[in-house]
């Protein structure tokens, strides 16, 4: 199995800004994609960044010119830059990975198990 860990997540007042960090491991071929999504209380997980194979990106509305998705493939990980941060992005964020594996079976979609971002004077 693929194994995910989220780092990053805290308290941060509104304006300021935090990075997340999600690893992947676990016999992995390449990944396909990874990404972040968010869930806020009482609401459904949202689709927040993602970024593909051949580093193309995307984003949610909510976030375009304040949250950027990059990855460093040496490391098998995913970053999410977020400035500008509002009360609204306080949420569990979860980190999203598809890969390919050296082992059987070859194809996977993991979770992380989320970490927590909450913005909040």
């Known amino acids: 199995q693929v194994q995910l860990v989220e780092s990053g997540g805290g308290l941060v007042q509104p304006g300021g800004s935090l990075r997340l960090s999600c690893a992947a491991s676990?016999?992995?071929?390449?990944?396909?994609?990874m990404g972040w999504y968010r869930q806020a209380p009482g609401a459904q997980r949202e689709l927040v960044a993602t970024?593909?194979?051949?580093?193309?990106?995307n984003y949610a509305d909510s976030v375009k010119g304040r949250f950027t998705i990059s990855r460093d493939n040496a490391k098998n990980t995913v970053y999410l830059q977020m400035n500008s941060l509002k009360p609204e992005d306080t949420a569990v964020y979860f980190c999203?990975?598809?890969?390919?594996?050296?082992?059987?079976?070859?194809?996977?979609?993991?979770w992380g198990q989320g970490t927590l971002v909450t913005v909040s004077s």
């Open positions: 970024i593909i194979s051949d580093d193309s990106t």
């Open positions: 999203y990975c598809n890969a390919w594996r050296t082992v059987i079976p070859r194809y996977v979609e993991e």
């Open positions: 676990g016999s992995i071929l390449s990944i396909n994609a």
